[in-house]
């Protein structure tokens, strides 16, 4: 078995009102407002088509199973989350 290791960094603008709070598990999740949070993890992506263009989704309609199978793979997880103000 081999080890993949992948760094996601992801710029984004938001909302002023949006705050980085920890949920009860004390995970970093994002309070987007209205008793709503957010929390922006990993999500295997699949297409049946490799050429330039093709359409990728994370709608496992097809195979719940191997994308299950995706997730459970993953050993590791860090995400830092850090709400930078706007100038």
Known sequence: MKKLNITITL?????DHWEVVKD????DVI????GRYLDLT??????DDNSNGAEW???YVYDYKFAD???EMVTEYDAILKMLTAH
């Open 57 to 59: 989704i994370n709608d």
């Open 69 to 71: 199978s995706i997730v």
């Open 42 to 47: 990993f999500t295997p992506m699949m297409t």
């Open 31 to 34: 309070d987007i407002g209205d």
């Open 11 to 15: 710029g984004m603008e938001v909302p």
């Open 24 to 27: 009860e598990d004390g995970i």
